[in-house]
């Protein structure tokens, strides 16, 4: 049984992964992601990782994947292909590139020799993989980690708001590009001397 | 079920998402891409944490997700940006730091 269930969730997992790097429409890309990430989270089970499953479903295929979809629906990813397709010496050099470090991968892990992957692995200890098992190695164990993961987080959700923040300074956006404000071009907050102290902190408001 | 056939299909998830962010010219798709290679990293974990019967290794896979979260919101975050200034969303065009 457990075979029958590891070879649906995998045969979607890697159905999900290359149809994520095939298809053309970023929005089509995206849900062949969540397919992947779901199935993957079968496996996860298998491997008695049933917080690891949660959490992927919960935060991955829930709310990072809304994230996604909002980004593709905000740049309009649904009617064409944002990119034309790359030259077809690359896209075939990349495929060699793909072939040949899954070859490598696969003779790296079969040939190590290691006789747990023989195996179904260590047996079974009940409450492995529970969430009351993760929740005590990261109080205990794994501490400084899960504090400097919160921290990473915090600067994380700063740093998105501050770059995807609506910038009113510059003289016309529309046509203001990185290399033109490098060489000066186009007057920025910082060129005109500051009126109130509101300004100097802040976009003027027009 | 051979823990090795979970490696096997990490591995072959792995190099999709290399593959993918070679050929692909969409940041999305690339970040997509990054995605994926996290994820086949992750089953790696997790499969070895199972042939130990040690969770260490899935704390780590739960922290891999927490910094793909994050490479999620300021990658997106840049995209954003990008889009904001009307450049376009293609990293063979976005090549103003001589990448």
């Given amino acids: 049984m457990a075979e029958v269930i590891f070879f649906i969730a995998a045969i979607g997992a890697v159905a999900g992964a290359l149809g994520t790097v095939l298809l053309r429409n970023a929005f089509h890309s995206v849900l062949s992601l969540v397919c992947h990430l779901i199935a993957l989270a079968a496996l996860f089970l298998l491997l008695r990782a049933e917080f690891v499953a949660a959490a992927q479903v919960i935060v991955y295929a829930g709310a990072v994947m809304v994230l996604y979809v909002f980004v593709v629906a905000y740049i309009g990813g649904g009617d064409r292909p944002l990119a034309g397709p790359a030259g077809p010496g690359l896209k075939v050099l990349s495929a060699l590139f793909a072939g040949v470090l899954f070859a490598e991968l696969t003779i790296a892990l079969v040939g190590s020799g290691l006789s747990a992957l023989e195996s179904e692995g260590a047996p079974y200890e009940p409450g492995f993989g529970s969430p009351s098992q993760i929740g005590g190695l990261f109080l205990t164990k794994f501490l400084i980690a899960f504090e400097i993961a919160s921290i990473l987080l915090l600067v994380a959700a700063v740093g998105a708001v501050i770059l995807a923040r609506r910038r009113s300074g510059l003289e016309d956006p529309r046509e203001v590009s990185v290399a033109d404000v490098m060489r000066g071009r186009h007057g920025t907050l910082t060129d005109a001397p500051p009126e109130t102290m509101l300004e100097a902190g802040g976009p003027p408001r027009r | ?99």
């Fill in chain 2, 1 to 99: 079920m051979n823990l090795t056939w979970y490696l096997v299909a990490s591995a072959l998830i792995f190099s999709a998402g290399a593959g993918g962010i070679l050929v692909r010219r969409n940041p999305l798709v690339i970040l997509l891409c990054l995605e994926l290679m996290l994820n086949a990293a992750n089953l790696a974990l997790v499969a070895f944490a199972r042939a130990h019967g040690n969770a260490d290794g899935q704390v780590f896979a739960l922290i891999v997700m927490v910094v793909a979260a994050c490479e999620v919101a300021v990658g997106l975050g840049l995209i954003v940006a990008i889009f904001r200034r009307r450049l376009p969303i293609d990293v063979d065009e976005l090549r103003e730091l001589q990448g």
